[in-house]
Nanobody, 125 residues
C-alpha cells in the first residue's frame, strides 16, 4: 500500500525559508506525479506545485512562482518543496499527494489517489 509522509513544516518569519519533504513508501516515486496542496482555515484546498511523472516538468501556482521550487531524490523516494521568501499568506496546512493525473487535470485534488497527513506552515508577519 502506498503511503506518503510529509514533513518539514514549522514557524518562520516572513521572508524566511522552509523545505517540505514528501517520502513515498510502498511504491516507486517515479511512478507518480506528486503535488503539494495547501488549505488555510476557512478556505478551500488549493494547488501549490507539482512534478509531472511523464514530462518531468514542474508546475506552480501563480502565487508561489519564483519563490517555491520542487526537487526529487529518486534514490530516497522523496520529493521536496523548497519555499523561499515566505509570506504571511503562505500560512496553511500543506499536503503532498500522489497520483497519475492527465496534464490538464494536474491541479485538481480529486485526481490524486494518495495523500500525506499534512504539515503546518505558519509565517509570522
Amino acid at each position: 500500500q502506498v503511503q506518503l509522509g510529509d514533513s518539514g513544516g514549522g514557524l518562520v518569519q516572513a521572508g524566511g525559508s522552509l523545505t517540505l519533504s514528501c517520502a513515498v513508501s510502498g511504491d516507486t516515486l517515479r511512478s507518480y506525479t506528486v503535488a503539494w496542496f495547501r488549505q488555510a482555515p476557512g478556505k478551500e484546498r488549493e494547488f501549490v506545485a507539482a512534478f509531472n511523472r511523464n514530462n518531468h516538468n514542474t508546475y506552480y501556482a501563480d502565487s508561489v512562482k519564483g519563490r517555491f521550487a520542487i526537487s526529487r531524490d529518486n534514490a530516497k523516494n522523496t520529493q521536496y518543496l523548497q519555499m523561499d521568501s515566505l509570506k504571511f499568506e503562505d500560512t496553511a496546512l500543506y499536503y503532498c499527494a500522489a497520483g497519475q493525473p492527465a496534464l490538464s487535470a494536474l491541479r485538481l485534488p480529486s485526481m490524486y489517489y494518495y495523500w500525506g497527513q499534512g504539515t503546518q506552515v505558519t509565517v509570522s508577519s
